[in-house]
C-alpha cells in the first residue's frame, strides 16, 4: 500500500516517490508577515501539518521548510508601489522590522495554538537577500532576465520560445497574455507577463539594500526558489502552498529555477483548496477573514459562541485538503460535538484493559463478524491518508468504530467478540491518528472545550511571562494549576501540553 498524491503539474495522482529513499524535502509558501493569519491562511498551514506529520508517520525523514515572507511583497501583488510592511509602517510610524517582528511572533502563536509542528527550518527573505541576488545574476548570465534602470526583469517570452511557462496551470502563453492589461508607454517591461527579479528602490523606500545593480529589493517570487535551493537543494520532492500561488507565484518560481539551473524545482506540487465564508474565498483584502483568536474568544459579531483552537482544527480535518470548506457557526458547532464524541470513546479505549476483559480467550483476530469489521475499519486509516491524504475519510470511519466502542463500555458486547490483538489496534491506531497523525490535543470531554481554550491561554500567558524573565507569574500559573490537579509539561518541540 502506497502513499498516492495529487500533483497540480501532472494533474493526476500518483505513487509518491521520493528522490532519496526514506528522505522527503517539502517546501511550503509561508505567510507574509504584514498583518494578522486569517482562518483561510491556518487552514492551508494545517493541511501542510498534516502532510509532514503523515510522512513522519510514515517513517520518512522529513526537512520541512517554510519560508516567512518579510521583504519584497509589493501592494497588490504586482511589481510597482509599496512593499506591504513599508506601508504599514509608515503609517504606524514604525520601523518596518517591528512590523515584521509583530505579526511573525502572532502567527507563531497562532499556529503553536493550532498545534501545527514547527517546521525544520523556518527562513526570511530578509535574510537570504544575497541568495536572491546571486539567483538573479545567474538568471541573467544565462539570458533569461534583462535590466531596464537598475530593475532586473525575467522575460517570459524568451522562457516560453524554449519551455512551456504556463505548464503548472496548464495554460498557453497566448491564454496567459489575454488575461492582462496592455503595456502602457511607462511600463518598462517588455513582455505584458515579465515580471521583476530586483526592484530599484527609490531614496524613500523603507526596505532596501545595496546590489550590482544599486539600491533596490528583491521581487517577491525570487525568495521562494533562492531559499527552497538553499535548504532543498535544485531539485526536490514537495512544493506547497494555497491554490492561488499556483498561476503566478509558483509559475514564476518555477521559470526562475528553471531558467537558472535547467531543472524543475519540485517534483509533486501540492496544492490547498480555499476556505470560504458564504462561497466566498476568506481574504484580507476583501474583508471577510476571521482572525484565530476571534474564534478562540467568541469576540466576532457572527460568532455564536467561542470555540477552542482544536475545535477549529478538527472542523478543518473533517474535510479533504483539495475542496473547498465554507466557514459557519452550524459547522464549528457540529464540529465541537464530532470532537467531544471521539474524545469520549479514546479514554474508554485507553482506560480499558483487554486482558482483564477478556480473560483468557485464545480468539484470534477477525475470528468474528465484530471483529473482522473493527480490522477493516482500522486499515481504513491507513488506506484513505495514503490516498492523497483523506482525512475526511478517516473522520467518518473513526466515527463508525465510535458506537462499537461505546458498546463495548456498556457490556453489550460479548466478551468473547473481540479479540485482544483487535483491540490493542484499536487502541494503538486511535492515539496514533489523534495524537500524532492529525495533531489533535485532549480536550477535557467535561465541558464543551472552553476549558481547553482557558488552558491554551493560560498556556500562552505563562510562555510570555517567561519570556519577560517574569518567573513570579510563570512559577503561580504551574502552581495553582497543580493544586486543581492539572499539570503542565514541556513538550520536545518547545510547546506545552497539559494534563488532568
Ligand atoms: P499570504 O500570507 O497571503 O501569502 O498567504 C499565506 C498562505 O495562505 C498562502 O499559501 C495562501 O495561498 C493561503 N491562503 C490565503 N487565503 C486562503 C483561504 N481563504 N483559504 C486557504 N488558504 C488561503
Ligand atoms: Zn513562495
Known amino acids: 500500500m502506497s502513499l498516492k498524491i495529487y500533483n497540480t503539474l501532472t494533474r493526476t495522482k500518483s505513487e509518491f516517490k521520493p528522490i532519496t529513499p526514506n528522505h522527503v524535502g517539502m517546501y511550503v509558501c509561508g505567510p507574509t508577515v504584514y498583518s494578522d493569519v486569517h482562518l483561510g491562511n491556518c487552514r492551508t498551514f494545517i493541511s501542510f501539518d498534516i502532510i509532514y506529520r503523515y510522512l513522519k508517520y510514515l517513517g520518512y525523514k522529513v526537512r520541512y521548510v517554510r519560508n516567512i515572507t518579510d521583504a519584497g511583497h509589493l501592494e497588490g501583488d504586482r511589481d510597482e508601489g ?13 520601523e518596518p522590522m517591528e512590523i515584521v517582528q509583530k505579526y511573525t511572533v502572532g502567527f507563531r502563536n497562532v499556529m503553536q495554538l493550532l498545534n501545527n509542528l514547527p517546521p525544520s527550518i523556518e527562513p526570511t527573505a530578509t535574510g537570504h537577500i544575497a541568495e536572491q541576488i546571486e539567483m538573479t545574476k545567474q538568471i541573467m548570465a544565462n539570458g533569461y532576465a534583462y535590466e531596464v534602470n537598475n530593475t532586473i526583469y525575467f522575460d517570459v517570452e524568451k522562457y516560453n520560445k524554449e519551455q512551456p511557462y504556463g505548464i503548472l496551470t496548464n495554460r498557453k502563453l497566448e491564454d496567459l497574455l489575454e488575461g492582462t492589461r496592455e503595456l502602457g508607454g511607462q511600463d518598462e517591461k517588455r513582455g505584458r507577463l515579465d515580471f521583476a527579479l530586483w526592484i530599484r528602490a527609490k531614496p524613500e523606500h523603507l526596505m532596501q539594500w545595496p546590489s ?39 509559475t514564476n518560481e518555477i521559470a526562475q529555477s528553471r531558467a537558472c539551473y535547467h531543472t524543475s524545482p519540485a517534483n509533486y506540487w501540492v496544492h490547498t483548496n480555499m476556505l470560504t465564508v458564504n462561497g466566498t474565498r476568506m481574504s484580507k483584502s476583501l474583508g471577510n477573514g476571521f482572525l484565530p483568536e476571534e474564534l478562540f474568544t467568541g469576540n466576532h459579531p457572527l460568532l455564536e459562541k ?6 477549529v482544527r478538527f472542523f478543518m480535518l473533517q474535510t479533504h485538503y483539495r475542496s473547498t470548506l465554507d466557514f459557519s457557526n452550524e459547522a464549528l458547532q457540529a464540529s465541537e460535538k464530532g470532537l467531544k464524541r471521539l474524545w469520549e470513546a479514546y479514554e474508554l479505549l485507553e482506560n480499558f484493559t483487554p486482558d482483564s476483559y477478556r480473560d483468557g480467550n485464545e480468539q484470534l483476530a477477525g475470528d468474528t463478524e465484530l471483529d473482522a469489521k473493527v480490522l477493516a475499519l482500522i486499515a481504513t486509516f491507513d488506506e484513505s491518508m495514503n490516498d492523497d491524504f483523506n482525512t475526511a475519510k478517516v473522520l467518518a470511519n473513526m466515527f463508525e468504530l465510535v458506537p462499537i466502542i461505546n458498546s463495548i463500555k456498556e457490556g453489550l458486547i460479548k466478551t468473547t467478540a473481540l479479540s485482544s490483538a483487535t483491540f490493542i489496534l484499536l487502541q494503538q491506531k486511535f492515539k496514533a491518528y489523534l495524537e500524532d497523525v492529525f495533531g489533535l490535543t485532549r480536550i477535557s470531554t467535561g465541558d464543551d472545550g472552553t476549558l481547553d481554550g482557558v488552558m491554551q491561554l493560560l498556556i500562552e500567558i505563562r510562555k510570555e511571562s517567561k519570556a519577560k524573565k517574569d518567573y513570579a507569574t510563570s512559577d503561580k500559573i504551574r502552581k495553582q494549576l497543580n493544586a486543581l490537579g492539572i499539570e503542565l509539561k514541556d513538550e520536545k518541540d518547545g510547546g506545552m501540553s497539559w494534563n488532568k
Open 82 to 94: 509599496d512593499d506591504k510592511f513599508s506601508k504599514i509602517a509608515r503609517l504606524q510610524q514604525v
Open 212 to 250: 550590482p545593480w544599486g539600491m533596490g529589493f528583491p521581487g517577491w517570487h525570487i525568495e521562494c526558489s533562492a531559499m527552497s535551493e538553499k535548504y532543498l537543494g535544485k531539485n526536490f520532492d514537495i512544493h506547497g502552498g494555497g491554490m492561488d500561488l499556483a498561476a503566478t507565484h509558483h
Open 306 to 311: 467561542a470555540y477552542s483552537p482544536m475545535v
